[in-house]
């Protein structure tokens, strides 16, 4: 095969639509929702059930990784992404809140395996130097999955219904299956990658963190104080993302009396506030290293900047405008998604090649944990008291996921 020169690159891209497909899939839901709660007669709290039937599967998410870990990327992560395509396409046959919950439940558990086997891929194949950028990159594909999903509902419900978005969304991931069968192969095994490149990731990775033993040490890993902040921080920080993804319609609609082209128009500009964050929060982290700062304590920095960035969040639901409320949440999605990457990649900065994808997947189990309480009692109560105690207490949250990360967080692995 010939060979390529930047072949790391390209493994980025192309895992970079897995992600788009993997948020448009978890996210078309949620814009979908107001269509289909009216069609179903399902109910704002029978809505939490269902969204919460998903964050309770994709806590397995250390289980995903742990499998990614153990048999590698290439067929592992082609597993997953072949079954949550054939699951995300079972969403347009089924009808009843108990059905939807069922598959959000089964979705969740293939689709929790998209972080850990990102933050694998940026660990296997990039040096030290560049896994921020490359763990930014791959993460605007979950805010790009998002953005699109207004879009894809609005074009399935004007043409077809809404249920076409989900066959949609489906079939593009079992489109990019093959894709991924065809390209992937760790470094050093693929036939296109050069040895200039080949050297460069390798000499550029931490000599401890490149150990590949048969298994992975479970029971040391979940000893590490280092894993468990991070999960602290991420139950603290993903709240956020429930908030958007899953009720940010709902609330458009309820509260500021958003139409579904309006919804078309508006619902999906905190998505891409959050791609941009996906780059500021690395390139904060690059720019404090130029100045002599050390690695972690540059991604406390950055998540610092995105906690007190977040603080904003607590006035979307004070704002009379309806564009400022929109305006605000775009810096929700800006503000999460800088200290978000910026924690996820801690994990490939602390941890070894072969503990990584379980690391993250176990970090994952904690942010979806948030999630999912978060959107469980925001459902019981968002009818009784409103949004605006919810979106009050999402500002306040990454403070304390921030004072976790400087207090406890070690260098050494």
Known sequence: MARFKSVRWTIIALFVGAMVIN??????????????MTEQGISSQQYSWITGAFQFGIMFQPVAGYLLDLIGLKVGFTLFVAVWSLITMGHGLVTGWFG???????????EGSAQPAGMKVVAEWFPARERGVAGGIYQIGASFGAVLA?????????NYSWRAAFFVAGGLGLVWVVAWLAWYAPPRRHRALSAEERDLILDGQEPELAQQRRRPPLGQLLR???LWTIAAAR??????????????????????QFD???????AWLPFLAADLGCLFGPAVVAG??????????ARRWAFTIGALLMTGMMFVGTVGSPLAAVALLCLGGFAHQTLSVTVITMTSDLFPQDQVATATGVSGTAANLGVLIFTLVLGS???????RPFFILLGLLDLVGAALLWTLIRKSV
């Open 235 to 256: 139950f603290l920080a993903d709240p956020v993302w429930g908030m958007l993804s899953l009720w940010m319609p709902l609330y458009l609609v309820q509260v500021r």
């Open 381 to 387: 109560l968002v009818d009784s008291v409103g949004y």
């Open 100 to 110: 939807f919950a069922a598959l959000r439940g089964a979705l969740g558990l293939v």
């Open 23 to 36: 948020y448009l899939t978890r996210s078309i839901l949620g814009v979908a929702a107001p269509a289909i």
């Open 288 to 297: 404090l290293q130029r100045r002599g700062v050390d690695l972690i304590d």
């Open 260 to 266: 579904l082209t309006q919804i078309a128009m508006f």
């Open 224 to 226: 590490r104080r280092n």
């Open 150 to 158: 207004p879009v894809l509902v609005a074009w399935a419900v004007f």
